[in-house]
């Protein structure tokens, strides 16, 4: 029943089936990544209602939210009602015919549904089954808390370290953390398939937003536990990095990254101060930080003399890492950022549609984007008698 290997591109998962409960955006980015390499994903949705981000709008592309259509290429819609006996009789037959299950329910439910996970792999073993949830698997610590990602935002620390210096504290422009359990999923998933090819039997794989998004703070985590050092917001300023940040020209923002002291020195001749580089508070990156305050009142100013432009064409010249801070319309405008646009045939709506392609390549070949979303329950016949 798979379609990846149609010749449209790289299908590395052509073969693997996978049976996709999740809804919203993690579960649903990590299934959309497998059907990107060639898995053939089953999405099961309510009936009627389908998935949430359905309904996340506007923008609309017939039916659908432009939020949903970011996260559900490369699958198939079914409509089954899992509060029905029916329902799960077929996603208890499905399970028994995919490489892989994928749910993001409240932990337990899937047991009270009559789909508990243990059964299914007992029933299939090579079933690799993968669970996403906010706090793990206790489902008593879950029940209380949920698990939207500005919720996970604020309690991994992430939004304690993002917005402007003394400000209020800011998530993240995008559910980025969703995204990174996301991509967690994927790759646990991918792992045990490995592991299965070698041993035969699937395993249960589970990642929660709350331990993905901790581990995501990276050197954040790291500066408490190894300098016991708080961090806190520090605007587009870097913590252990100087000068590392937004800078004004005299008509808009620009990024500026001076990751070493060879770099530095680049900076202070592009803004016609060399002598700040033989500065003893400014000569290393570790002085830098010491003595933040101090060099970037100054690099404010003398930034502030030029329009964005000019500095910018300057500091390429000179070879310094920097970039103007584009909006969607620009990024899309530019050669690297139309190169990343699909556009797909899409009759069920406007005839065609744009989305953004997955950015992996094999030998320099792009992923294939061989489906567009489905509508709701699309291949329900198709699957089901299939």
């Excluded at 698990?147 to 309690?155: M, P």
């Excluded at 953004?356 to 792009?366: E, H, I, T």
Aim: glycine fraction near 10%; aromatic fraction near 4%; charge should be negative.
């Amino acid at each position: 029943m798979g379609d990846a290997s149609d010749g449209h591109g790289p299908a590395p998962l052509a073969g693997i089936r996978v049976l996709d409960l999740s809804r919203v955006l993690a579960g649903p980015l990590a299934t959309m990544t497998l059907g990107d390499l060639g898995a053939d994903v089953i999405k099961v949705e309510r009936p009627g209602e389908g998935d949430d981000t359905r309904h996340w709008g506007p923008p609309f592309a017939g039916d659908d939210a432009a939020y949903f259509l970011s996260l559900n290429r490369n699958k198939r819609s079914v409509a089954l009602d899992l509060k029905t006996r029916d329902g799960v009789a077929e996603v208890r037959r499905l399970a028994r015919e995919v490489d892989v299950l994928i749910e993001n329910f409240r932990p337990g439910l899937m047991g009270e549904l009559g789909l508990a996970l243990e059964d299914l792999r007992r029933d299939h073993p090579p079933l690799v089954t993968c669970s996403l949830t906010a706090f793990g698997d206790d489902a008593a610590a879950t029940a209380t808390r949920p698990g939207y990602d500005i919720i996970v935002q604020a309690l991994s620390g992430l939004m304690s370290v993002t917005g402007e210096r003394d400000g209020e504290p800011t998530k993240a422009g995008v559910a980025l953390l969703d995204v990174i359990t996301g991509l967690q999923a994927t790759i646990g998933i991918q792992a045990a398939l490995l592991e299965r090819a070698r041993t035969g039997r699937g395993r249960h794989v589970s990642v929660s937003l709350f331990d993905a998004s901790v581990a995501a703070m990276v050197n954040q985590a790291s500066n408490y536990l190894v300098g016991d050092q708080v961090p806190k917001a520090m605007g587009s300023q870097h913590p252990n990095i100087v000068p590392y940040q937004v800078f004004h020209g005299s008509d808009r923002p620009f990024i500026v990254a001076g990751g070493n002291d060879r770099l530095f020195r680049r900076i202070c001749e592009v803004l016609d101060h060399p002598e700040w580089a033989e500065d003893e508070r400014f000569v290393t990156n570790e002085a830098r930080v010491s003595h933040r305050d101090a060099l970037i009142s100054m690099m404010v100013d003398a930034f502030a003399t030029r329009t964005a432009g000019e500095w910018l064409a300057a500091l390429e010249d000179a070879a310094v890492p920097c970039a103007p801070i584009r909006t969607m319309d620009e990024v899309f405008a530019s050669p690297e950022g139309a190169a990343l646009i699909d556009t797909v045939a899409d009759l069920a709506r406007e005839g065609t549609l744009r989305t953004v392609r997955n950015p992996l390549r094999f030998d320099g070949q792009a992923l294939a984007v061989r489906r567009p979303p489905p509508t709701l329950g699309e291949h329900t016949d198709e699957v089901l008698d299939g």
